[in-house]
């Protein structure tokens, strides 16, 4: 049973960076797509949870819905991190990193309900 452990979030001012971490256990991330979602306040439910970025444990292929963020593995730590830059208001949300049983991002990360595993969430407050 995969365990999703997300940490690294916090309030920045806008135009501020954050890197969120991912720490993976019970499994490899060779075997699975990891991927970043947020869910905005006042929203409820994984069904609202939108898409941030995803990555391939097995070759490294990113689906990025921003480019002001930046996803990668830690293959040492079994971990991915989440690049996040020039922050705006509009980014405050928690943060969950997710796993789901694919090796393909294609036809898996625009929809949350693909993930069979959650971290716990870490909350990002951006100030203007």
């Known amino acids: 049973q995969l365990q999703l452990v997300d940490s690294g979030g916090g309030s920045v001012q806008q135009g501020g960076s954050l890197t969120l971490s991912c720490a993976v256990s019970?499994?490899?991330?060779?075997?699975?797509?990891i991927g970043w979602f947020r869910q905005a306040p006042g929203k409820d439910g994984v069904k609202e949870r939108e898409?941030?970025?995803?990555?391939?444990?097995?070759?490294g292929t990113t689906y990025n819905g921003d480019s002001r963020f930046t996803i990668s593995k830690a293959n040492a730590k079994n971990a991915v991190n989440l690049q996040l830059n020039s922050l705006k208001p509009g980014d405050t949300a928690v943060y969950y990193c997710?796993?789901?049983?694919?090796?393909?991002?294609?036809?898996?990360?625009?929809?949350?309900?693909?993930?069979?595993?959650w971290g716990q969430g870490t909350q990002v407050t951006v100030s203007s």
């Open positions: 898409v941030v970025s995803c990555i391939s444990g097995s070759d």
């Open positions: 997710a796993a789901a049983k694919s090796r393909n991002v294609q036809g898996v990360c625009d929809n949350a309900l693909r993930f069979s595993f």
């Open positions: 019970g499994g490899y991330l060779d075997y699975v797509v």
